[in-house]
């Protein structure tokens, strides 16, 4: 998708700190961190949102969950406890329509959010 920010920073056409990329998936850290780690982890391939993602049957969701593990491990977190999110749809605080797994952790991290 020509006008889609990740699909330009998959293209390496906008920059971006990738961290852990395997052939389907990249994951990169977030422009604006919500904690001391925030990586973005996404399939190289455009799908809008989580649902989309679920429905492309091809193994790219499991792709994107085993990323945000590997990430989460590099990233030394693992062990402490991490969160994966996937805000889907505007009512959710989606704001850039092409999926993508937020990964959170290197603080205590409450629930609900916060
Ligand atoms: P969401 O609101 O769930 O769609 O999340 C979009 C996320 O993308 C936000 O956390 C932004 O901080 C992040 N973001 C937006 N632009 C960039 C960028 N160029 N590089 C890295 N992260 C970005
Ligand atoms: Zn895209």
Redesign the pocket.
């Known amino acids: 998708?020509t006008d889609?920010?990740?699909?330009?920073i998959?293209v390496k056409e906008i920059p971006a700190e990738i961290v852990y990329e395997t052939d389907r998936t990249l994951a990169f850290r977030d422009i604006n961190p919500q904690a001391p780690m925030h990586v973005l982890v996404?399939p190289k391939a455009?799908?809008?949102d989580a649902a989309a993602l679920a429905q492309a049957d091809d193994g790219l969701a499991d792709d994107v969950l085993k990323s945000a593990h590997a990430v989460a491990t590099q990233e030394g977190v693992a062990e402490g406890g991490y969160r994966v999110v996937f805000n889907t749809g505007p009512g959710a605080g989606q704001t850039v329509?092409?999926v993508h797994a937020h990964v959170l952790g290197g603080r205590a991290l409450s629930w609900p959010p916060g």
């Open positions: 998708m889609c920010l990740f699909c330009k998959v996404i455009h799908h809008a329509f092409h």
